[in-house]
């Protein structure tokens, strides 16, 4: 079945980096854009960066360009989330997602938690 297992989150003093890892499975990984959401306490679910099917043309939230890079590995079925700089107001629940328009194929994991607090 079709997993998508998000590791490499917790607590982090600002200004501090965590690596965010995204391991799928179940389906063929390459023909999927990949992307990391994060959901804070009371607020919505937002995208905060994704990558096409072969690693290009990453696109990132205003708020995080220059701290966060996204990368992926389509030999090893993984996505990444470097995240520097971290502030306070990056504390969220980070989420992987696996989407596919052709056939609207859209999958998440379960989330990461990501605290950032001195």
């Known amino acids: 079945q079709v997993q998508l297992v998000e590791s490499g989150g917790g607590l982090v003093q600002p200004g501090g980096s965590l690596r965010l890892s995204c391991a799928a499975s179940?389906?063929?990984?390459?023909?999927?854009?990949m992307s990391w959401y994060r959901q804070a306490p009371g607020k919505e679910r937002e995208l905060v960066a994704r990558?096409?099917?072969?690693?290009?043309?990453?696109n990132y939230k205003d708020s995080v360009k220059g701290r966060f890079t996204i990368s992926r590995d389509n030999a090893k079925n993984t996505v990444y989330l470097q995240m520097n700089s971290l502030k306070p107001e990056d504390t969220a629940v980070y989420y992987c997602?696996?989407?596919?328009?052709?056939?609207?194929?859209?999958?998440w994991g379960k989330g990461t938690l990501v605290t950032v607090s001195s």
């Open positions: 179940g389906f063929t990984f390459s023909t999927y854009a």
């Open positions: 990558v096409t099917r072969f690693g290009g043309s990453p």
């Open positions: 997602n696996a989407k596919r328009t052709v056939d609207n194929r859209d999958y």
